[in-house]
């Protein structure tokens, strides 16, 4: 009968476990925006400078910046507001900003902060800290 308890106790104990799995993922769905939802979100500038060697390169800030499945990202707003995920191949960090090897142009506008529940198609409304641009100190 002892042994039986154990059983039924580590069974018990695991259950309790596996009931906890999975309610950081239901939290951050709570919180994913939905592509007819309008928010405003502190966007920035990409801008090119100069590396040591005088070619021209793109910056984005690094918080900007996101892993997906082997692939590196970054959200751009269109001309019409709307979000969209840019796949971009990235060179060294440079005092915050990351270095754009190709897949962005210089003036687009980029959300400043990644956000995983942000999602494709999403209204866009630039929020009061939109002035900023990725800079370089070089």
Known sequence: MKG??????????LMALLAGCGKEKQAANNSETKPDQAISLPLVQTESTLDSRGVEVIL?????????GGLTGVFVVGDDQKTTIRWIRTGRIDHGSVVVLGGIDKGEMVIENYNPGLKEGVSVTKSQAVTREATSNE
């Open 4 to 13: 039986q308890n154990k059983s039924i106790a580590v069974i018990a104990v």
């Open 60 to 68: 984005v800030p690094k918080s900007s910046v996101f892993q997906q």
